[in-house]
């Protein structure tokens, strides 16, 4: 037996490998992906995924994208569930300021890296910028544009104001004959400063953008997404497009307007996506910068959007406990407590369902999240109701909406065996075709 013999392991001509959430490689395309030595690791809580999330065993979780696995090969993750409407789960997760400023956490983008071609996901990744960033100057607008000191210089008729610019005066006016004339410099307080401009310069782009996409278009959300745009810039009617994106390096934290620090960086990521040129808009559709979305934390915001709409006033979101956990949600009147599990499978069965039983448990006996619902130390004996969240698409499920006029315990499905346990299906939005 010739011991030096070794394993060959032939290249995939393929450049580009795509899986589904929670699934794996293709049996031909394993050997080569286990001979590159990736280190793939489960993601933390609230950490960027590495290879989009897949796991050592190399199956993807919950996050969806594109990534490069060396400098020539990569991998695009898609949803499982397919014709997802993301749009609608956009807006829904940036109507209201909680959900709003957790919306960040759940994606990245590296727009430093390699483009990678792609036909299916800039119909994600460019609503999810553009979305975010209409919806982030409409805080900003809220508070009213900030205003700042700005340098001008002008040809006066017969009057001085400022300072003098000799130079320029000398050649402007003296070597033309206009005594008549004065060349000033001087300051005015103004909105016409360089973060505006900059916003500005996004929102034109935007306008444009949106031009090019039909689908966005022909969404039935679409007039929402328009009159973003155009309140937004009415809003911005005195302020110049001119700007160099790079003398915009940052922006000074100021708690009047907090809003600026995300307008900027997503009207940075706007340009970014087309090369800073409205002419590359059409040309790069199909290239995508590598990106990431966690479907599950996408759902979380979604679902927190629909009760909010339908129970106001009655929802806390994200409430901590302790030892840096935080349960989703809780209904304050019916003292529920409340945890989306991005798992479809839940709807036919409970295999598994344990884990996440324990986990909610937990925040059932936890004190913070208890005081937060009223229930005092002295009340031991009381268990509240939990309630599991899980997804299937829209016309696969009994609701889709809400009933404000039921209380939610009246929707779900209690799980045998378990005291105070249900499950309920909120269903995720379906593309219309």
């Known amino acids: 037996m010739d011991t030096n013999n070794k394993i060959t392991i032939s290249i995939p001509n393929d450049n580009v490998f795509y899986l589904e959430e929670h699934g794996t490689f293709k049996p031909k395309h394993i050997p080569y992906i286990a001979s590159l030595n990736l280190n793939f690791v489960e993601t933390q809580y609230e950490s960027e995924?590495?290879?989009?999330?897949?796991t050592p065993d190399m199956k993807a979780s919950y996050y969806i994208g594109a990534e490069w696995l060396t400098d020539n090969k990569a991998v695009i993750v898609t949803p499982k569930m397919q014709d997802i409407d993301h749009i609608k789960m956009f807006l829904s997760a940036l109507r209201f300021?909680?959900?709003?400023?957790?919306?960040?956490?759940?994606?990245?983008?590296?727009?430093?890296?390699?483009?990678?071609?792609?036909?299916?996901?800039?119909?994600?990744?460019?609503?999810?910028?553009?979305?975010?960033?209409?919806?982030?100057?409409?805080?900003?607008?809220?508070?009213?544009?900030?205003?700042?000191?700005?340098?001008?210089?002008?040809?006066?008729?017969?009057?001085?104001k400022g300072k003098v610019m000799m130079s320029a005066h000398y050649n402007k006016n003296m070597t033309n004959h206009r005594a008549d004339r004065i060349m000033c410099c001087f300051q005015e307080y103004s909105t016409d400063i360089p973060e505006?401009?900059?916003?500005?310069?996004?929102?034109?782009?935007?306008?444009?953008?949106?031009?090019?996409m039909p689908s966005l278009q022909c969404h039935k959300m679409f007039p929402e997404v328009h009159q973003l745009l155009q309140s937004s810039l009415a809003a911005f009617n005195y302020v110049s497009?001119?700007?160099?994106t790079s003398s915009v390096k940052s922006v000074q934290k100021n708690k009047l307007y907090s809003d600026y620090?995300?307008?900027?960086?997503?009207?940075?990521?706007?340009?970014?996506?087309?090369?800073y040129s409205i002419d590359s808009i059409n040309n790069n559709k199909n290239l995508v910068p590598p990106f990431w979305i966690d479907m599950s934390r996408l759902y979380e915001v979604y679902v927190y959007g629909l009760l909010e709409k339908a129970y106001p006033g009655k929802i806390k979101f994200q409430v901590k406990g302790h030892y840096r956990t935080a349960v989703d949600f809780l209904k304050m009147d019916e003292k529920l407590i409340m945890d989306t599990k991005y798992k479809p499978y839940y709807d036919i069965s409970n295999s598994g369902i344990i884990d996440d039983i324990r986990e909610i448990s937990g925040y059932a006996r936890d004190e913070n999240i208890l005081k937060e619902l009223g229930i005092?130390?002295?009340?031991q004996n009381y268990v509240p109701d939990c309630l599991i969240i899980y997804p299937k698409m829209e016309d696969c499920c009994p609701i889709t909406t809400f009933d404000n006029n039921k209380p939610l315990l009246l929707e779900s499905k209690h799980?045998?065996?378990?005291?105070k346990f249900h499950k309920i299906c909120v269903p995720v939005p379906k593309i219309a075709r």
Not at 99 to 116: L, T
Not at 241 to 244: K, L, P, S, T
Not at 376 to 379: P, R, V
Request: net charge positive; no cysteine; aromatic share 12%.
């Open 196 to 212: 505006n401009r900059l916003i500005k310069k996004a929102l034109l782009f935007a306008k444009r953008v949106i031009a090019t």
């Open 415 to 419: 799980l045998n065996s378990f005291r």
């Open 97 to 160: 300021s909680p959900s709003a400023s957790y919306f960040s956490k759940f994606y990245g983008i590296n727009f430093s890296g390699q483009k990678i071609e792609s036909k299916n996901l800039d119909g994600i990744i460019t609503p999810l910028i553009l979305i975010h960033f209409l919806f982030s100057v409409k805080r900003l607008l809220e508070k009213g544009l900030k205003k700042g000191y700005v340098t001008r210089e002008e040809n006066f008729k017969a009057k001085i």
């Open 261 to 275: 620090g995300t307008a900027i960086k997503l009207a940075k990521q706007l340009l970014k996506r087309y090369d």
């Open 49 to 54: 995924p590495k290879y989009l999330g897949i």
């Open 241 to 244: 497009e001119n700007i160099d």
């Open 376 to 379: 005092s130390e002295s009340d």
